[in-house]
Nanobody
Framework: QVHVVESGGGLVQAGGSLRLSCTVS????????MAWFRQAPDKEREWVSW????????SYADFVKGRFTISRDNAENIVYLQMNGLKPEDTAMYYC?????????????????WGQGTQVTVSS
């Protein structure tokens, strides 16, 4: 059984930083590319960042480029999202997702497994 568990969310002031973690079990982690999505109340779930199986390639949504960094540790089955320069508009539930292919996909339907999410709240 596959488990995807996010952690690291919380309340932070604008300009602050958080590091989200996503621990995955029940699958061969380095067979999967990983992504972070987010969803604010009354909004669609949106793609934030993606990383390939080895960590050699990553991609970011324009609204986080230069502020967020995705990385992964295949020895520990963990993917991270380092978030710096947080803004109130970054407030959302953040979800980690696993995709059983190496290509970048930015729509939720392209992902096989999801976590329950971790809340990030940025105060102004």
């Amino acid at each position: 059984q596959v488990h995807v568990v996010e952690s690291g969310g919380g309340l932070v002031q604008a300009g602050g930083s958080l590091r989200l973690s996503c621990t995955v079990s029940g699958l061969t982690f380095d067979d999967y590319s990983m992504a972070w999505f987010r969803q604010a109340p009354d909004k669609e779930r949106e793609w934030v960042s993606w990383i390939n199986w080895s960590g050699s390639s990553a991609s970011y949504a324009d609204f986080v480029k230069g502020r967020f960094t995705i990385s992964r540790d295949n020895a520990e089955n963990i993917v991270y999202l380092q978030m710096n320069g947080l803004k109130p508009e970054d407030t959302a539930m953040y979800y980690c997702a696993a995709r059983a292919h190496t290509t970048l996909v930015i729509v939720p339907s392209g992902y096989n497994y999801w976590g329950q999410g971790t809340q990030v709240t940025v105060s102004s």
